[in-house]
């Protein structure tokens, strides 16, 4: 059963590793079957669209096609330059946002409706007539182009919003919960004891979500930001505290993704050893990062923002007496 649950966790991180292309293929079988399946019914709308409104669809001259692909480039235009520009400034300040880009379901799967349809509407362009396939030039100019047109400035406020500084640390901070949560599930617990790749897949993701929020935290000025990322942090290793029982033992090991962490780097054997004895990686890893950012804010004149981390460390203080934690106290 281990190795059962240890091949489908597996899987699943093939899907997050590769989900461009899988949103590729994806979107090409969708629009490959919608030509098949227009086609198939072409003649019966065809039929209607003639007796109700005098459109006879099944003539290629009746059909305007020239000015498809020049709109098609127009609104990929639109929308690519639109995500170069974006991500490219925001990137700079959060290189986890194009981490997070690719990820985003939504995004992989407009920008490829957008390239497909637009390739699309080239091929039928040319061969539409010696192809016989008058329902595909109707179902790329009055159904693909219509669709791609109407949710073009949606979704460029999407990505707008999307690479906001609130949202990225948002999504983050969600992500690592997930990964948190996930942990407890039988599934990802029984993979780790028959994989050590699951064990440091997780203590990649957790790990180095946790230093983007890092970085933002120390680029970021707006003390609304710097605020909110403090509450982030705490709240993830108070969730972390909470939830830490139910994971697997294997998942403490002190795996090669720990020792290169920037974080435990510099550590001694000695230190190694009593963190794996201990089961405390991640929490001493979230206890340097605000202690270094206590310092930080100090140093910065932050007397505000850096008042607010003690408080929050009463707060996963409070967490560890409930869940007699004497280890972290």
């Not at 590769?18 to 629009?31: E, P």
């Not at 990820?103 to 039928?124: E, G, M, P, T």
């Not at 203080?317 to 106290?329: N, P, R, S």
């Amino acid at each position: 059963m281990k190795k059962l649950y240890s091949t489908l966790v597996k899987l699943t991180s093939l899907q997050f590793k590769y989900r461009t292309i899988i949103s590729f293929v994806i979107v090409l079988l969708v629009m490959i079957l919608s030509d098949i399946f227009f086609y198939i019914g072409f003649q019966s709308i065809a039929d209607f669209c003639n007796n109700k409104f005098n459109i006879d669809l099944t003539d290629p001259g009746s059909i305007d096609l020239t000015f498809a692909p020049e709109i098609w480039g127009g609104v990929l235009a639109m929308v690519l330059g639109t995500l170069i520009i974006v991500i490219a400034i925001a990137a700079e300040s959060s290189p986890k946002l194009m981490d997070l880009f690719v990820k985003d379901w939504l995004s992989l799967i407009y920008v490829w409706f957008l390239i497909i349809a637009s390739l699309h509407a080239v091929l039928i362009m040319f061969y539409v007539e010696p192809l016989g396939r008058v329902s595909s030039s109707v179902l790329n100019t009055y159904l693909y182009l219509f669709l791609a047109s109407i949710f073009t400035l949606p979704y460029i406020f999407y990505i707008l919003l999307y690479s906001k500084t609130s949202n990225v640390v948002s999504t983050i901070s969600s992500s690592i919960q997930n990964f948190i949560y996930k942990m407890k599930k039988i599934m990802i617990n029984s993979a780790m004891s028959d994989s050590i790749d699951v064990v440091e897949e997780y203590q990649k993701e957790i790990m180095g979500s946790l230093d983007q929020l890092d970085d933002l935290l120390a680029f970021t000025q707006f003390k609304e930001t710097q605020t909110n990322i403090i509450r982030e942090i705490s709240k993830i290793i108070q969730l972390y505290i909470n939830e830490k029982p139910g994971f697997n033992d294997d998942f403490f090991k002190l795996t090669p993704t720990i020792r290169g962490n920037a974080t435990f780097r510099t550590y001694t054997d000695v230190q190694y050893q009593e963190m794996a004895d201990t089961q405390t990686f991640y929490e001493i890893k979230v206890f340097r990062l605000l202690g270094n950012s206590y310092i930080k804010m100090i140093e910065n004149d932050r007397f505000d923002i850096a008042s607010l981390i003690p408080a929050e460390l009463v707060d996963i203080g409070i967490t560890c007496l409930d869940m007699e934690d004497d280890t972290i106290l």
